[in-house]
């Protein structure tokens, strides 16, 4: 068993952020749809609904970004204050033995000399 005693705090906040800007990405176009059609059927027709979604679907990846970058920071933070504590995650790692093969088959070339 392997157990992980500590994280790099800044490494999981990066990695936590580009995660969350990313999930924003993937939502942002859903806003958008229910921005423009908020804007184009709802019963006062204001014209300004369209650039608030708009304004909100390109600062969402960014807020959440942030969003994820402070939790991923403090998440890092409280694993390691109690990875101290009680240990940390064990985990069970397995050692693949090297093999030195092709990922084909690998195919001696024709002699011209032999088809003669």
Do not use: D
Request: net charge positive; proline share 8%.
């Amino acid at each position: 068993m392997h157990i992980v005693k500590s994280v790099g705090v800044l490494s999981v906040a990066k990695i936590m952020g580009m995660m969350y800007a990313c999930m924003a990405l993937i939502f942002a176009p859903f806003l958008l749809l229910i921005g423009v059609m908020a804007s184009a059927f709802g019963q006062q027709k204001n014209p300004l609904a369209g650039f608030f979604s708009v304004g909100i679907a390109v600062l969402m990846p960014i807020f959440y970004g942030a969003i994820g970058f402070i939790a991923g920071l403090l998440g890092a933070l409280l694993y390691n204050l109690f990875a101290r504590w009680v240990g940390g995650f064990e985990l069970q790692l397995e050692v693949q033995p090297q093999t030195l093969t092709a990922p084909y088959p690998i195919i001696p070339p024709t002699n011209p000399a032999s088809n003669s």
